[in-house]
């Protein structure tokens, strides 16, 4: 399993952005999906997660900010960011699990600054 990130970049506090994840491979579908991330010096940290029959969860920190969806029928995974904060700064990557796949992206950089 491939998984390729796409939308990271600078956003001013307060703004948004929209990142997807496509995956290759046939199993996508079965698969549980997250986001997680890692701002500089600290620990990767879940932002949000999506199962195979789309309940979601998510980090206190971005509750009610960050939306997580998937679309099967394009192996995608997306996570939508709203009222960006600049401790949301950090490297964001998808993941993939299903049985004993554990599967990642290489990461997208977001940098939340005026």
């Known amino acids: 399993v491939k998984l390729v990130e796409c939308g990271g970049g600078l956003v001013q506090p307060g703004g948004y952005l929209r990142f997807s994840c496509a995956a290759s491979?046939?199993?996508?579908?079965?698969?549980?999906m997250g986001w997680y991330r890692q701002a500089p010096g600290k620990q990767r940290e879940l932002v949000a997660t999506?199962?195979?029959?789309?309940?979601?969860n998510y980090a206190d920190s971005v509750k009610g900010r960050f939306t997580i969806s998937r679309d099967n029928g394009k192996n995608t995974v997306y996570l939508q960011m709203n009222s960006l904060k600049p401790e949301d700064t950090a490297v964001y990557s998808c993941?993939?699990?299903?049985?004993?796949?554990?599967?990642w992206g290489k990461g997208t950089l977001v940098t939340v600054s005026s």
């Open positions: 491979g046939s199993i996508f579908s079965i698969s549980a």
């Open positions: 999506i199962t195979v029959f789309a309940s979601t």
């Open positions: 993941n993939l699990r299903r049985g004993s796949v554990d599967a």
